[in-house]
């Protein structure tokens, strides 16, 4: 993924944030359906509102989203689509023949802005998660997860 500069009305923008969020009481409930079924349905959700996903990833109870965005949407409004949209995905279509299963969001969010620098290391980190906490070398700047 090449850095995209956005040039739009006169205005310079190049705005990269990186995204996490966790399941409701961290329940581990991310398997490698739902995954895929969150991958697909952010990615959708991000054309949708003009962002490019430089790299989605996570385990299983919380998920890493590398973006950059215009300067016309906020990080809240951001987070407010793409967890909406993929928890009532979830729900409503994956497991819509489960009445036994149901798949919620932690209210919160962390987000922090990455420099245009850095977005390949930040997108190599979010590649790997399942790699980083199976052997336990963590980022604390980017695993912000623990006051969500």
Known sequence: MGVIMVRTSGVYAQLFYHFVWTTKNREPIIDAECET???????????????????VGGTEDHIH???QANQTISPSTIAKHLKGVSSHFINHRLYVDTSSKSFYWQDGYGVVSVSPRAVSTVARYVRNQKEHHRTNDLDSDLEHTEDL
Request: proline share 0%; hydrophobic share 60%.
């Open 37 to 55: 079924a969150l991958n697909d349905i952010i990615r959708s959700k991000a054309v949708e509102l003009n962002l490019d996903i430089v790299e």
């Open 65 to 67: 989203v590398l973006l």
